[in-house]
């Protein structure tokens, strides 16, 4: 699919193609579309910045928040949730989180421990017997436990890309990988793991009886009023959905253009279809201010209101690496928590963050980070497929060195 004004004109594409022209001039100057509400905050050069991204074609848009324990520091929106129809972004407008679904998983889980109905240092045999013939390949048991799982150390095998999605529940795909080779010594190294984090996953619903979309509605979303984050979308609200980009650069016969591009986990179908098990690992669907209101509660140490959603001891196994001294991806200096990417030494892309900083990105470039000792959560809702490494884009780096520059 064409940007606007990169196809030819016929009948009433001429109207189509006179909306897109304006809405992105618009977006590419001084206004930003749905942005800001009259009494909320803007920080300019975060807007300015996402502006340019928008203008020189690397994403079709972006939402940008940024929120402290009670209050929201910076909002804007800028671009479009649909090129071709000249639709703007909204301020409610859901994207795809992917692996930003990482961070919630985490909070599950440590909720089951804050209950006394698991450990993160049980044995993953513990709650899934068909996982203690788990072997490596010279014979040695696999002792990996829910730690492993949720800090990428497990060693597990990843499913073939075309079928790692097609199942329709966590139990039947954790069957599936209860037969696949474990490729290291849990806890020897770090390779990350779409296999382990959905492992965690049928863990949580297991102990809890629940299913686990049920189980992140129920325990989640509803204490923290979340009301569009969710694996499993109405069509109201895929009604509000962005479509997802990938950039195609010039060629000499036509210009740099962003084409529609596809969610793997959708496995060819919609964000509506059930008939899929719910993607601990990057399933969810959210909006800028939904995620917020997560943040929040990790910044007032799992406190909601007057009750505390997650114990402080568990907001900071979230925040606290244990992964030692291994080397981890997906950019140098960072470590891993329970669910999250923690900042060790801030270089690249985010040399403009503090160390301690958490959070975790997303396959089609959106973003969390949380400061705790600044007291502030930065989130970046952006839908670009073919990043060449998301978690280093210029676009997240630019977001956070505005941010920075301003407090």
């Not at 984090?197 to 509803?222: H, K, L, P, W, Y």
């Amino acid at each position: 699919m064409s940007g606007a004004g990169e196809f030819l004109l016929g009948g009433g594409e001429i109207v189509r193609w006179i909306l897109g022209a304006l809405a992105m001039s618009l977006v590419a100057g001084n206004l930003v579309i749905d942005g800001a509400r009259a009494n909320e905050p803007e920080i300019p050069a975060i807007s300015e910045a996402m502006q340019q991204f928008v203008a020189d074609k690397e994403i079709a848009g972006a939402v940008t928040l940024v929120v402290g324990p009670e209050s929201v520091r910076h909002v804007s929106v800028v671009g479009m949730a649909d090129v071709a129809e000249a639709t703007p972004l909204k301020r409610d407008t859901l994207f795809w989180i992917a692996s930003m679904t990482k961070p919630i998983t985490g909070a599950c889980v440590l909720m089951l421990q804050d209950e006394g109905k698991l450990s993160v240092d049980d044995p993953i045999s513990k709650h899934l017997p068909m996982m203690k013939h788990l072997k490596l390949a010279d014979g040695t048991p696999a002792n990996i436990t829910i730690r492993h799982l949720m800090t990428h150390t497990s060693g597990m095998s990843e499913l073939p890309r075309e079928s790692a999605y097609t199942d329709p529940t966590l139990e039947a795909v954790a069957k599936r990988y209860a037969e696949l080779p474990v490729l290291f010594e849990p806890g020897s190294e770090w390779r990350y793991s779409q296999t382990g984090i959905n492992t965690a996953a049928r863990i949580v619903e297991v102990v809890s009886g629940m299913t686990f979309d049920r189980f992140v509605e129920e325990r989640v979303c509803q204490p923290l009023g979340m009301k569009d984050t969710t694996f499993y979308l109405t069509p109201e609200q895929h009604e509000r959905l962005t479509k997802t980009y990938r950039v195609v650069e010039g060629d000499g016969e036509k210009p740099k253009r962003l084409e529609e591009a596809t969610i793997s986990v959708l496995s060819g179908g919609t964000a509506m279809n059930r008939n899929r098990f719910p993607a601990a690992n990057g399933g969810l669907f959210s909006t800028a201010d939904d995620y917020a209101k997560f943040c929040q509660m990790l910044l007032r140490d799992g406190r909601v209101d007057d009750e505390q959603l997650l114990s402080k001891a568990a907001v900071q196994q979230m925040r606290t690496i244990c992964t030692g001294d291994l080397k981890t991806g997906f950019t140098p200096g960072n470590g891993w928590a329970i669910g999250c990417c923690v900042i060790r030494e801030p270089q690249g892309v985010t040399k403009a963050l503090t160390p301690g900083t958490f959070g975790h990105g997303g396959a089609h470039g959106t973003q969390v980070w949380i400061d705790p000792d600044k007291g502030v959560a930065m989130i970046l809702m952006v839908q670009r497929a073919n990043f060449p490494n998301a978690d280093a884009s210029q676009v997240r780096q630019a977001f956070g060195e505005a941010l920075m520059q301003a407090l």
